[in-house]
């Protein structure tokens, strides 16, 4: 690993298209390459189905964007989740998907999203493709929040960092995929100004640094307005 790269983190793989090699366990129980299952722009999801963290708002959130988006999932787009944690099958991750299909309150059809693990290998080669990074402590994980969006191609186009999105930026990104544009991030922006906190398993916002950077900005403002600020003359009677 680099050392510039985070431990736990993204490190943006933007255009990175997906290998027909990482291959993934289905609803259905049958392992499929992850590359054919997409053929629309397509919402990548990384969690891992017993977190006690970060995961559930992330879904909770991709569940109202499903509800509010004027696009048809299934159709316009899709969403496939994928397990981090190879101690998890399927059986699992069937049922956490009733959990949040029951939160979308329109009519949809749930082939849209999809629920999946995969075995160690697989996940190691999926979060190297997307440059996910965690960390296992214990029987859990420390991880950042993002989606990562896809071309209808396997390409990846966007990161959508936190756990909240909104619908406007994820049809904007999705919008983005379908043309095959990808598009920067505000990622080092965050991870300057954002603290990751392994207790709350969130992340926080750097007071001090953000203090500091305004504080540098207002000074720089007042020494400009000074330096530029045309000087009077002294008329002697």
Same mark, same amino acid.
């Given at each position: 690993m680099p050392a510039n790269d985070p431990e736990i983190g993204i490190?943006?793989?933007l255009d990175t298209i997906l290998s027909p090699g990482i291959?993934?366990?289905?609803e259905t129980g049958d392992t499929v390459p992850l590359l054919s299952l997409i053929n629309k722009p397509t919402?990548?999801?990384l969690v891992y189905y017993r977190c006690p963290g970060i995961c559930s708002p992330i879904m909770n959130s991709l569940a109202e964007v499903v509800d509010k988006l004027d696009m048809v999932i299934g159709k316009?787009?899709?969403i496939l989740t994928v397990s981090f944690d190879a101690r998890e099958d399927i059986s699992l991750a069937v049922k956490k998907k009733q959990n949040y299909i029951n939160m979308v309150k329109k009519e949809i059809d749930p082939a849209g999203?999809?629920?999946m693990t995969a075995d160690s290998l697989d996940i190691a080669n999926l979060c190297n493709t997307v440059g996910f990074r965690f960390k296992i402590v214990g029987n859990d994980f420390l991880h950042p929040g993002m989606i990562a969006v896809f071309s209808p191609q396997g390409k990846? *186009?966007?990161y959508l960092f936190g756990t909240y999105f909104l619908p406007f930026e994820v049809k904007l990104a999705l919008a983005e995929a379908n043309k095959g544009l990808s598009g920067p991030t505000i990622n080092r922006v965050l991870q300057f100004c954002y603290t990751y906190d392994p207790q709350g398993r969130q992340y926080v916002l750097n007071? *001090?640094?953000v203090s500091g950077i305004l504080i540098l900005a207002i000074g720089l403002i007042v020494i400009l307005v000074l330096i530029l600020k045309p000087k009077r003359k002294n008329h002697q009677q």
């Open positions: 490190v943006e793989h291959m993934v366990i289905g919402i990548l999801n316009d787009y899709q999203w999809q629920f990846l *186009t966007r007071v *001090t640094k």
